[in-house]
């Protein structure tokens, strides 16, 4: 098999291009599918430092390690959710990627803060497990971020992910998820962090590939709180129809934006006037989720 490009031994069949890539046109192209992302997305510029959240997993590594190669000041930041060996190996995988390239990097764990990890805190706070971790991560991304002074942050959320959360949002009607839903979460105004995810462009396949030809070491075990999710399921199908019709998830997720902007009512500004008396974060009353979800676990356990 020849790289498409240069004529070389490629590494990498891409059927959804209709190509194949050796290992540094791969990496090329690569880096230029998430340049492009920033630049279209209007996500960030180099004049301010990139708050990364990393989980220790493939797709957060690659992207703090492309940004790096992009020429972007980056900071990770990474929360430790409490799992057992679990947090523990991610924590490592962390620690070992930053420590090799002398990156700064910012740790938040659960376990210290509340005496309790995120499993028992969905438990006594009768929460879904992923339902309560989102909240959490929400709220310490944002907090973490608008006390350091990062004014984005940067997830590893890649095309198989958000294609997958479009498929659930479609199967339910949720149009007010359906509207919200974009690479880009805007900044509300200087209330929260800009959210983005600069490998919307990529799916799972590629970033994996990545890792593999970068020899970045990850955590390969997913989330034991994941068990079961809807999401794996429709991860399964848009897999399915990829096989069968390479492209597919590039075509619904981003022919999805694209109608998006025309077809879609601009969602409504957040009209946030309130702060949370608890934690000091905009929220739409006197107490935030997060802080509520808090004080339930804290006050079973």
Request: aromatic fraction near 8%; glycine fraction near 8%.
């Amino acid at each position: 098999m020849k790289c498409r490009r240069c004529k070389g031994s490629a590494v990498i069949k891409m059927p959804r291009h209709n190509t194949a890539f050796c290992d540094p046109c791969f990496q090329e192209y690569l880096l230029k599918q998430v340049a492009k992302a920033i630049s279209s997305g209007k996500m960030f510029s180099k004049d301010a430092p990139v708050l990364v959240a990393v989980s220790g997993g493939k797709d957060s590594l690659a992207l703090w390690d492309i940004l790096i190669k992009l020429g972007y000041e980056t900071v990770g930041l990474h929360l430790n959710l409490g799992i057992g060996t679990y947090s523990e190996t991610s924590q490592k995988m962390v620690e070992k990627f930053a420590n090799a390239r002398g990156l700064e990097l910012i740790f938040h764990s659960y376990q210290e803060s509340y005496g309790l990890g995120v499993v028992q805190i969905a438990k006594e706070s009768a929460r879904p497990a992923c339902s309560a971790c989102g909240t959490m991560k929400r709220h310490h991304f944002n907090r973490i971020a608008m006390e350091k002074g990062f004014p984005v942050v940067a997830t590893g959320h890649n095309l198989d992910d958000e294609a997958a959360r479009l498929l659930g949002n479609l199967l339910k009607w949720q149009v007010s998820y359906l509207e919200k839903q974009s690479p880009v979460l805007s900044d509300d105004d200087g209330l929260w962090a800009k959210k983005v995810k600069p490998l919307y462009r990529l799916p799972e396949r590629e970033i994996a590939a990545y890792t593999i030809l970068n020899r970045i070491d990850y955590i390969v075990e997913e989330c034991p709180m994941s068990k079961g999710a809807k999401t794996f399921t429709y991860k399964e199908t848009l897999n399915q129809l990829e096989e069968a019709s390479p492209g597919a998830k590039h075509q619904f997720y981003l022919g999805f934006l694209k109608q998006k902007e025309t077809s879609f009512p601009t969602p409504p500004p957040a009209n946030i006037e309130n702060t949370c008396l608890s934690c000091g974060q905009p929220s739409m009353g006197d107490q935030c989720g997060y802080c509520r979800l808090i004080e339930r676990a804290t006050a079973v356990s």
